[in-house]
């Protein structure tokens, strides 16, 4: 089984929260896609955390887990921090295919999801 584990900073804000675990929820809805598990996790401030949501991936039958960090810059979370945690859960699953993906922010489809929002979206 393959499951797609989005993984955000996590906020004191719960709503900030929400709204990552509400894109994981909206995906799992979703016919249009290879995973069979989608779940979401929290670098730190948030429940759940990177290593848990892991776990519970795994729990669920998970034998690849594609990694998403939803992050938009290539700070120190995206360049160091996240490849730290990943790196530590490959070494306790070795049986398990995790792999994390580049940031959204790195993501080509990212200048035309700027550009549509921009002609799509008004907030006043």
């Known amino acids: 089984m393959k ?3 989005i993984i955000a900073h996590g906020s004191r ?4 929260n929400d709204e ?11 016919e249009e896609h290879d995973f069979d ?6 670098l ?4 759940t955390l990177i290593p848990t949501g892991i776990e519970r991936c795994i729990k669920s039958g998970a034998k690849e887990i594609i990694v998403v960090p939803y992050f938009l810059n290539s700070g120190t979370h995206v360049t160091k921090d996240i490849p730290e945690i990943i790196s530590a ?3 306790l699953y070795p049986d ?11 993501s080509p489809v990212m200048l035309d999801l700027i550009l549509q929002t921009a002609s799509d979206t008004v907030i006043n």
Do not use: Y
């Open 3 to 5: 499951a797609l584990l």
């Open 44 to 47: 730190e401030l948030a429940e």
């Open 13 to 16: 804000r719960h709503q900030s």
């Open 37 to 42: 598990i989608v779940e979401s996790a929290f």
């Open 89 to 91: 859960q490959k070494s």
């Open 20 to 30: 990552v675990t509400n894109i994981a929820k909206q995906i799992r809805t979703r």
């Open 96 to 106: 398990i295919n995790i792999t994390l993906t580049r940031h959204l922010g790195a």
